[in-house]
DNA sequence: CCGGATCCCTTGCGATACTG
DNA sequence: CAGTATCGCAAGGGATCCGG
């Protein structure tokens, strides 16, 4: 694209980001989607134990809020007592790649912060 | 990697991206690092204009915050008045696949929100 | 121009306890 | 098991003014 053609400079973009960011905001949306994620399908009592620290309240907060976001799906399971499954959407699953990049970056960052 | 030597399953990379995350916490952070990402380097009012929104002192506050995690660098400009310019140092660098992926997924997002 | 200091309201979110 | 309800502190963050 031609510079000369950017009147707003790169405006756009960085509201583009914002944007994502306030569908990922909240201490814990981005790895609770990473949980669920990694495991294709995944329970309440599950994600609660993958992310540490989280308390059951802040995680069906934040499950609600990415479900109303379309980026997850919620199902009943019809089991004694019942236990309820949550997934990706499709619209989810194209935040994979953001994901995968998060984690590969925050893996390296430990060596830095630990390693040093 | 066979999943019958996963003893903790994905644990590992869940941690991974909240680590990852700290560092990118806040609300301006990533729209900050994406503004002096674009234009390669760029000054304090440069910065308050491209983050629509935020106030001088979250940018000085969240500014400072990035620089102690060694991500950007600071150089003060021998200006009158003097001028302050900020760009990635090479450690920050290595975010730039992240944030464009946020780009394009956040302008996907601005679609599918105001275009249904 | 680049921030720091202050004031003050709002929000996040942890702890705990309780329900179907 | 999968949540809800309530309390209460601490942090977030906007507005405004001030100083180098």
Redesign the interface.
Known sequence: MDENHCHL?????????????D?L?G?WK??II??IC??NKRRFSDILN???GISNKMLSKELKELEINKLIKRTVLDTQPISVQYQLTE?GM??Q???D??????????K?ITGK
């Open positions: 400079g790169h405006k756009k973009e960085i509201m583009a980001v914002h944007d994502a960011m569908v905001n201490k981005i790895s990473s949980s990694y495991y993958d992310v540490d619209y194209t935040l790649k953001i994901i990049n998060l984690t590969a970056w925050g893996l390296e960052h430990r830095v």
